[in-house]
């Protein structure tokens, strides 16, 4: 039997919480020749054990830097972005690096990008659990979502009447050992370590179930999604069962206290520590619970995910643990 053709795939933002997990993933795989990553920071993947990534430095508001990476691929997957951020900032790298990329997206056979649950808006009246029928509004107030839910949009546009096959994976927050980022956001970890037992071991907890998946089930699903597994289209991530901040307080031996949804953002984090600005909105953002359906992505993506939202919890403060964060 002919053996399957080995892929090209180029990768923006590789270097990140979701990307280090892929492209481990990608290495592993037997269809993947080649794997050309792009980010602007510097980075050796020999020195991480990958032997397929060829790496280069370069930014996704270089246009002429994203058509040169597409150039080579079969496949193109856009993981650059800036999560926490300024509203500039964001505003800059999100919605016109991501148009660049959208753009070189036409000449490749297969486009996958990581949207967010975000895209979908934290409002009252979505239904509960979302499925992927429900359209992505955003929310305004939320600079993050609002985004999310634009660059969908114009991703469709962009790549009306293309051939590229496109793949919309919509995680919820991605933690793991290797994705520590929601650990490094609580008060203890945002103070020098000799300090940290001033900071009270207590989080507020509104009562809102939240899901979590693990970078490396985020990185299965892309795997799958660049290897065309079922049909393009968008598709919610999230790991099994749900959990409270009073879970993530018990996991860590902390307390929680029980506080009004409607005040979570005054207690945010408890401290009278300065929140980033799109922390605070994260914050604010929890009071409406945003839980999706993944029945689709296993369905058609035959996405098994290996670990369910306590268990990537738990992994997560270990690792937090050992590495001195909190
Ligand atoms: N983490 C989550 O909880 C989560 C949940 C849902 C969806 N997502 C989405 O998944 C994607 C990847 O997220 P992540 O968690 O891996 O983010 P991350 O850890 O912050 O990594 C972001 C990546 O983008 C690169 N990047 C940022 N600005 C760039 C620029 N101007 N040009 C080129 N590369 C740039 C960064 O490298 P340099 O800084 O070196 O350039 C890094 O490789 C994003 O679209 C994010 O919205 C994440």
């Given amino acids: ?50 032997r397929k990534t060829e790496y280069r430095q370069g930014d996704v508001l270089d246009r002429g830097a994203v058509e040169e990476l597409a150039a080579e691929a079969d496949v193109l997957v856009h993981l650059a972005f800036i999560v926490l951020g300024g509203h500039a900032e964001t505003r800059r790298i999100n919605l016109e690096g991501s148009r660049h990329v959208f753009a070189a997206a036409r000449q490749v056979s297969r486009f996958v990008y990581t949207s967010s649950v975000a895209a979908y808006g934290f409002h009252a009246d979505n239904p509960q659990p979302l499925t992927e029928d429900v359209a992505p509004r955003g929310t305004e107030a939320f600079y993050y979502s609002a985004q999310k839910a634009e660059l969908e949009q114009a991703l469709e546009e962009e790549l009306a009447g293309a051939a590229t096959e496109t793949y919309v994976l919509r995680p919820c927050i991605v933690a793991g050992p290797d994705a520590l ?27 809102i179930p939240f899901q979590l998946v693990h970078h490396d089930d985020v990185a299965s699903a892309l795997v799958a999604a660049v290897r065309g597994a079922g049909e393009p289209g968008a598709y919610n991530l999230a790991g099994d069962g749900t959990i409270t901040l009073a879970d993530l307080a018990r996991a860590l031996g902390w307390h929680a206290i029980a506080v009004p949804a409607p005040l979570v953002g005054l207690a945010a984090f408890g401290a009278k520590l300065p929140l980033m600005p799109s922390l605070a909105q994260w914050v604010n953002a929890a009071r409406v619970p945003v839980l999706m359906d993944t029945a689709k992505a296993r369905r058609q993506l035959r996405w098994r995910p290996r670990h369910d939202t306590l268990a990537t919890l738990r992994e997560t403060v270990a690792a937090a643990r050992e590495r001195g964060v909190v």
Avoid: C, H, W, Y
Wanted: charged share 25%; proline share 16%.
């Fill in 181 to 207: 980022v929601l650990m490094r956001q609580l008060p203890q970890a945002r103070v020098p370590g000799p300090l940290r037992k001033a900071v009270p071991p207590v989080l507020p907890d509104p009562g």
């Fill in 1 to 50: 039997m002919p053996s399957e053709p080995k892929l090209t795939v180029a990768v923006t933002g590789p270097t990140g919480e979701i990307g280090r997990a892929f492209l481990r993933a990608l290495d592993r795989r037997r269809n993947v020749g080649r794997v050309l990553g792009m980010a602007r920071r510097p980075f050796d993947p020999r020195e991480q054990g990958l």
